[in-house]
């Protein structure tokens, strides 16, 4: 890649793959991560186990309803910003966007965000949001979109995504609140 990440003070590729020389053939990727405010390179070092038609006894292991009973801890939310104080009958923007692609599951790709206040808390009226659901995809997972937040009574809210779609049902809503004081 030519887009450059710091890393430590230095400058890196973002992500480099390294091919057997004068094939297709990927034998390692080298990427840079962004993991919980620290970045760090990490490398990926691939065996090959096929080349050219791919042997199906390779997938036999693989169990078909995977999307389903699987879950990848690499999907997840993020925001710009998590927790916001919000003045009455005023408004604020979240930016939200996903940490990485969702899964083509059933040849959809579609993920839809929709919003509910946590019950934790004794205001589930306190403010309303638009709009009602955001939807991501492969091509604008990584794409902000807005939320704008109203406040209408006073009253600590949380709310919490209500996720379908590629693979983002299996995560834990409640890892990904938004705050509103």
């Excluded at 450059?4 to 230095?10: A, G, M």
């Excluded at 760090?40 to 078909?64: A, H, Q």
């Excluded at 902000?144 to 995504?161: D, H, M, N, S, Y």
């Amino acid at each position: 890649s030519s887009t450059l990440c710091q890393l430590c003070h230095e400058k890196y590729p973002c992500e480099e793959i390294y091919f057997q020389r004068n094939t297709d053939i990927p034998i390692r990727r080298t990427q840079v991560l962004d993991i919980s405010c620290s970045s760090e390179r990490e490398t990926t070092t691939y065996k090959v186990i096929s080349i050219g038609k791919l042997d199906d006894r390779l997938f036999d292991t693989i169990p078909k309803n995977w999307a389903y009973d699987c879950q990848d801890v690499t999907l997840g939310i993020r925001y710009n910003s998590q927790l916001s104080t919000i003045g009455l009958k005023k408004s604020a923007i979240v930016e939200i966007w996903l940490s990485t692609p969702p899964h083509r599951i059933h040849d959809n790709d579609t993920v839809i965000i929709e919003w509910q206040p946590s019950s934790v808390f004794n205001c589930m009226d306190c403010a309303t949001w638009t709009p009602e659901r955001l939807v991501f995809n492969s091509t604008n997972f990584d794409k902000r979109q807005e939320l704008v937040i109203t406040r209408v009574k006073v009253g600590e809210v949380v709310l919490l995504p209500i996720l379908h779609g590629g693979g983002y049902d299996k995560i834990l809503s409640a890892g990904y609140p938004i705050y509103i004081e």
